[in-house]
């Protein structure tokens, strides 16, 4: 088997094809300069799905999240426990990398761009996670994703509660703040240039004093957040595409990780498109579904979902998950008081009344 591409998919399909093939590992970058094009913020629950432990590039924990509607109105979800792990992403890849190795598979550290380079033979699996880079796509006639957010990212000393995300709401997408030791990761994603809003929450923190005295940009990280189509094709016989390559991308946070290394792990499988779309397909759906709805909300009828969701927080704080949506919506679908506002709610929310 033949993998391209070793982010955190392509390491994970590596590493759990090589369980009854051998397997060759390409990547194009050499490991010091690798891109980070990511928050670094992944659910304990993903990596206990994907049996990984957390270690040492585990740079701070988070037990909950404050969301903040475009006026202002907070909603709080506190798990009362560790909920997430903010890491470093280049030393979580290099431990990605180092387990495929270690389970037998064969790393080559050089760049694939002819396609005829990884046909090899017609028993031989190849599967494609070059993530957000879709010159094989284009080269091999593969689907790929058709939309795509652009995400922002600065590295600033902010004052913040180290145990909880903030995500403010944007028109196209949200701010984020996530804490990550000794400094905050500040970022947004638009469907253009998001530095102009990204330099505006800048501001914005800065005229409330949160920014400490001083600081400048630490680091600055930029992206592409493709958004997940739910009839993209992703096997072609013994061509297969994994994770940002495939458009596995929660759209109410634009996380990959899980959700692409969940589908990974059964890259090696005959059936794997009917496996991962029956671990995964109903979840990336459904948050699809909540961004459009979030999206479409005006400006004013968001705060009454807030105050809906506020009165439903132990449901939500029981139930909720980062990544699985699906157990939570039933919950609150059986619960008929909520459904009951909910209903008398809906057309307010998403009308001007």
Not at 44 to 63: C, F, M, Q, T, Y
Not at 228 to 249: E, F, N
């Amino acid at each position: 088997m033949v993998v391209i591409g070793a982010g955190p998919a392509g390491c994970i399909a590596a590493r759990a094809g090589s369980s009854d093939r051998d397997v060759t590992l390409f990547e194009e970058h050499p490991e010091s300069k690798r891109p980070v094009q990511c928050a670094g913020l992944i659910s304990k629950s993903g990596l206990e799905r994907l049996k990984i432990p957390a270690k040492d590039w585990v740079l701070n924990e988070v037990r909950g999240a404050r969301f903040f509607s475009r006026s202002g109105e907070m909603l709080e979800i506190d798990g009362r426990e560790i909920k997430a792990y903010v890491v470093d992403r280049k030393e979580f890849d290099g431990y990605l990398l180092n387990n495929a190795i270690n389970a037998g598979v064969n790393f080559i550290n050089e760049r694939v761009d002819d396609p005829s380079k990884i046909t090899f033979d017609t028993s031989n699996r190849v599967v494609i996670a070059t993530g957000t880079n879709y010159n094989l796509h284009r080269k091999l006639n593969l689907d790929m994703p058709t939309r795509f957010l652009i995400a922002a990212q600065y590295d600033l000393k902010v004052e913040c509660d180290p145990g909880f995300v903030e995500l403010h709401i944007t028109p196209e997408f949200f701010n984020w703040i996530i804490p990550a030791g000794e400094y905050a990761r500040v970022g947004t994603a638009a469907f253009q240039n998001p530095v102009l809003s990204l330099e505006k929450f800048v501001r914005k923190l800065k005229g409330k004093n949160r920014i400490k005295s001083g600081s400048g940009v630490l680091n600055k990280v930029f992206g592409t957040i493709p958004l997940y189509t739910p009839k993209i094709r992703t096997s072609y016989g013994k061509i297969v595409t994994v994770g940002d390559a495939a458009g596995m991308v929660k759209a109410t946070t634009g996380g990959g990780v899980v959700m692409g290394g969940i589908a990974a792990q059964f890259a090696h499988e005959t059936n794997y498109d009917a496996l991962w779309r029956n671990e995964i397909g109903r979840e990336l759906y459904l948050h699809s579904l909540i961004r459009k709805f979030v999206n479409k909300i005006p400006d004013k009828n968001l705060d009454k979902l807030f105050s809906l969701f506020n009165e439903e927080k132990d449901i939500i704080e029981t139930y909720g998950d980062m990544d699985m949506v699906s157990d939570l919506i039933l919950k609150l679908l059986k619960n008929p008081i909520f459904v009951l506002k909910f209903s008398f709610l809906l057309p307010r929310i998403l009308f001007k009344f």
